[in-house]
């Protein structure tokens, strides 16, 4: 993929905010100039292609052989004009046109200013005009054919019929419409309408458009933690929240140093968007599942690059320039594969989402309450089994690869890190969240503790992650079904990859039950059991699957993959079951012996009142108030809070910080008590509005100075 910068010719004219609005041969310079660069932008940076690569990508060096192929009608006899489905076989002769109109551009291709060849390309869009064809998904009427006919109008304008490129430039939105990551592309097709026609007040429409999208939304659009929703308070920064990047930052460079640049409060909008949210959801080259909304349950989706990011990060350079290096750099990790955060820990409290980043692993977390949408299932028709993605899905990466494929072959009833009932629920439309508050996370920068109180169909529970350096433990207490259907806790499943080892034996069977094993390696990962549970389960088998169980459309492909799974059983009803285990990513085999014969953490309490861990070589506490109760940390220290929260207590440092899961109260009181009896009451003001939810850390002058530093040692 080419991602080198296109030289940027700023001409003689000055900088003007849309407040003073230029003479007519200064916007008529603006107008050449940013025409300049869109041609050289498709001729030389292709910048097009990430844009309709989604549907299919184009082979620029098919041109001669499409010409060949058209017939004298203007069609292809492949292509299918009258299909409406949501594939539209129909993009297939826009996709064709474009490559061809590309070839007709560009300077040093065989087929450049070929008259036979702009003759082929104007009798496709002829037929194109007189077919009209039509997808029953509206995106691809209004949107998608727009990316090819805007691109192809824009390398053609001065040399293609009239008639049809006005047919081409009406084919462009009017005016912007809608809201998110929609209206964002529905505004670039105005922008490319305004450049074609010369129509400065519709090029600043296009423009505004975009810009209506640059700021913290409270409903669609960039949260205050940067992340992304759309289709309501729904997670997407993998998906439209990818292309709100993608044609945004895009814009900015084409607009940069012109009358209708971004104003540097809208630039650091985007570089916050990149640089605090999407890059944390990027891992050696890979997009984290978890961020793409039903992308898993459709091909497209399988596999997905963070390389798609590439251009974004030169259009950033470009449109950005004081922030090169910041840019460069998360691109040249991405291009080497290396982790974009070597340490770092972060929940999104906008999207009951959190990340926990080490430079030898990645984990992700995707929760859902009543805040938030939990997942959108058979929508064109995609995604038809992910009901269970988001109930505490916990995706463990250690090179990028463990799920790449993996999604027709799933059992998506064993989720990882998910507690639900051993079958899905097939063809529920729809989008779906559950009716609980008590859902969120705690952090510091570098550790943390999340949080998620479970209702689904007939099952209830409470979820814990705690979060510290080599390892993270999930805790489970209170799972309780009255559904017939049996119960389990998916802890992994992925990829098959070398041997499994339990207690450091290779599994003998492909499907087992072992009795009193306390730890399992796979894949440079170990599982730790404290107790050695009697309801664990391992299979290391082949696993298969039609396409059309998660992917109505297209052909029903079949597939087969070797695939490691793991994973707890509760029966069928249990009644205040609990789990435990600890995830130890980047260990070998034998580590895991030395591990488990001194693992560094002590489980302190693990009920549906409280669940609360100790790290004794990081001297770390996260507890998890379920209830406003009294709770006794080892011998010296009762803590009490007036409401159910999260603490996360560094008695290293002697820092302490809290949140409140259900990002609805004002402050928190927590009494501090003693081994001596000695009591305090910490008063906390918690972040309100659109930072409701957010962690709050006190200091340690503010321990100091209310007598509270030692009770924190």
């Not at 001729?43 to 041109?63: I, S």
């Not at 727009?146 to 081409?168: C, E, H, N, T, W």
């Not at 693990?606 to 996260?622: D, F, P, R, S």
Request: aromatic share 12%.
């Amino acid at each position: 993929m080419k991602i080198n910068l296109f030289a940027c010719r700023l001409g003689t004219f000055l900088v003007f905010s849309f407040s003073i609005f230029p003479s007519i041969a200064q916007q008529e310079d603006a107008i050449s100039l940013i025409r300049e660069r869109l041609i050289k932008d498709a001729l030389e940076e292709r910048g097009f292609v990430d844009r309709v690569k989604q549907y299919m990508m184009p082979d620029l060096d098919a041109a001669g052989s499409y010409q060949q192929e058209i017939m004298p009608d203007g069609s292809w006899s492949d292509v299918d004009y009258l299909d409406t489905d949501n594939e539209w076989d129909p993009l297939k002769a826009l996709n064709r046109t474009l490559v061809m109109a590309y070839a007709y551009a560009e300077l040093e291709n065989s087929f450049y200013k070929n008259e036979k060849m702009l003759e082929s390309i104007e009798n496709a869009l002829s037929y194109w005009y007189q077919v009209n064809p039509v997808c029953k998904n509206w995106y691809k009427n209004d949107l998608a054919k727009q990316m090819y006919l805007g691109v192809i109008a824009l390398l053609l304008q001065d040399d293609i019929s009239p008639f049809i490129l006005k047919r081409m430039i009406e084919d462009q939105t009017e005016e912007p419409r809608m809201t998110g990551s929609n209206r964002t592309l529905f505004a670039t097709s105005v922008f490319y309408r305004g450049v074609l026609e010369r129509d400065p007040q519709r090029i600043s429409a296009g423009v505004q458009g975009v810009l209506d999208q640059v700021g913290i939304n409270q409903k669609e659009g960039v949260q205050q933690d940067y992340s992304f929703h759309q289709h309501g308070p729904y997670l997407y920064n993998g998906s439209y929240g990818n292309n709100f990047l993608r044609e945004t930052i895009w814009m900015a460079a084409m607009v940069q140093g012109t009358p209708f640049a971004f104003k540097q409060e809208d630039l650091a909008v985007m570089r916050d968007y990149y640089l605090q949210g999407t890059r944390w959801m990027v891992y050696r080259g890979l997009m984290d599942y978890n961020v793409r909304g039903r992308q898993v349950g459709r091909p497209s989706g399988f596999d997905q690059r963070a390389e798609i990011l590439l251009p974004q990060l030169a259009y950033f350079m470009q449109a950005d320039p004081d922030h090169r290096k910041e840019f460069a750099k998360s691109q040249q990790k991405i291009i080497h594969k290396l982790p974009q955060i070597e340490k770092g820990h972060k929940h999104f409290w906008r999207s009951d989402y959190t990340v926990h980043h080490r430079g030898t692993f990645f984990t992700s977390l995707r929760m859902c309450s009543d805040r938030t949408i939990g997942v959108e299932t058979d929508v064109n028709s995609e995604n038809l089994l992910g009901y269970y993605l988001p109930y505490g899905l916990t995706y463990i990466y250690r090179n990028g690869d463990e799920y790449e494929d993996i999604f027709p072959v799933w059992d998506w009833a064993k989720l990882p890190g998910v507690t639900s009932p051993d079958k899905v629920y097939p063809l529920i439309k729809g989008a779906f969240t559950q009716p609980t508050q008590f859902v969120g996370g705690v952090s510091d920068g570098h550790f943390g503790v999340s949080v998620m109180d479970l209702e689904v169909h007939e099952l209830t529970g409470k979820k814990a992650w705690f979060w510290f350096d080599n390892e993270w433990i999930a805790l489970g207490a209170g799972i309780t079904s009255t559904g017939e259907d049996f119960i389990q806790t998916g802890i992994n499943q992925t990829r098959l990859k070398g041997n499994i080892l339990v207690n450091g034996k290779p599994l003998v069977h492909q499907d087992a039950v072992p009795k009193d094993a306390s730890w399992v390696w796979h894949d440079s990962v170990g599982y730790f059991f404290p107790g050695s549970p009697d309801n664990l389960h391992i299979s290391g088998q082949e696993q298969t699957g039609q396409m059309h169980r998660i992917y109505g459309l297209g052909e029903n492909t079949h597939h087969n993959m070797d695939v490691f799974s793991l994973w707890l059983s509760h029966g069928s009803k249990p009644e205040n079951a609990t789990y435990a285990y600890a995830v130890i990513p980047g260990i070998s085999g034998q580590g895991m012996e030395e591990y488990v014969k001194d693992f560094p953490f002590e489980i302190l309490v693990n009920t549906g009142k409280v669940q609360a861990i100790y790290h004794n070589k990081l001297q770390l506490t996260g507890v998890v108030f379920h209830e406003s109760i009294a709770f006794h940390l080892g011998e010296s220290l009762i803590l009490e809070p007036n409401h159910p929260c999260l603490v996360l207590i560094n008695h290293k440092t002697s820092t302490f910080t809290v949140s409140d899961p259900t990002a609805t109260h004002e402050h928190i009181e927590l009494i501090v008590k003693d081994a001596t009896d000695e009591s305090q009451r910490i008063i906390i003001d918690l972040p309100s509005g659109l930072d409701a939810g957010k962690s709050v850390s006190i200091p340690n002058s503010f321990l100091a100075t209310n007598g509270l530093l030692t009770f924190f040692k």
